[in-house]
């Protein structure tokens, strides 16, 4: 639904359908909600284990959900659906990666 939801936004730019005032409100609204989502999981995950000990660490978690929700999420979008067409095209092999280990190279 992403997928089809960032096709739909751009077909609308491009022809002129949609009214940018509206959108941008929209948006606004779509992405503060995005960020309250991030930030109640960030509240009940301290709550329930207290994982991170100091103020910084709790801070920098919560900063780094603004810009969680401009690009990366939009990169998993063009990720998954690169993945489904190279599924829909016969490809269904993970690939291969040879283990190096922790172990500096011999010279």
Do not use: C
């Given at each position: 639904?992403?997928?089809?939801?960032?096709?739909?936004?751009?077909?609308?730019?491009?022809?002129?359908?949609?009214n940018?005032?509206?959108?941008?409100?929209?948006?606004?609204?779509?992405?503060?909600?995005?960020?309250?989502?991030?930030?109640?999981?960030?509240?009940?995950?301290?709550?329930?284990?207290?994982?991170?000990?100091?103020?910084?660490?709790?801070?920098?978690?919560?900063?780094?959900?603004?810009?969680?929700?401009?690009?990366?999420?939009?990169?998993?979008?063009?990720?998954?659906?690169?993945?489904?067409?190279?599924?829909?095209m016969?490809?269904?092999?993970?690939?291969?990666?040879?283990?190096?280990?922790?172990n500096?190279?011999?010279?």
């Amino acid at each position: 639904m992403d997928t089809l939801g960032l096709l739909v936004l751009i077909a609308g730019f491009a022809t002129e359908i949609i009214n940018l005032p509206f959108a941008s409100l929209f948006f606004l609204v779509a992405y503060g909600y995005g960020f309250i989502l991030t930030a109640s999981t960030l509240v009940m995950e301290e709550v329930s284990y207290h994982r991170h000990d100091s103020f910084k660490d709790r801070a920098l978690l919560v900063a780094w959900a603004i810009p969680e929700n401009f690009g990366y999420r939009q990169f998993t979008v063009f990720w998954r659906l690169r993945g489904l067409l190279k599924f829909a095209m016969g490809r269904t092999d993970w690939g291969t990666i040879e283990r190096q280990g922790f172990n500096s190279p011999e010279v």
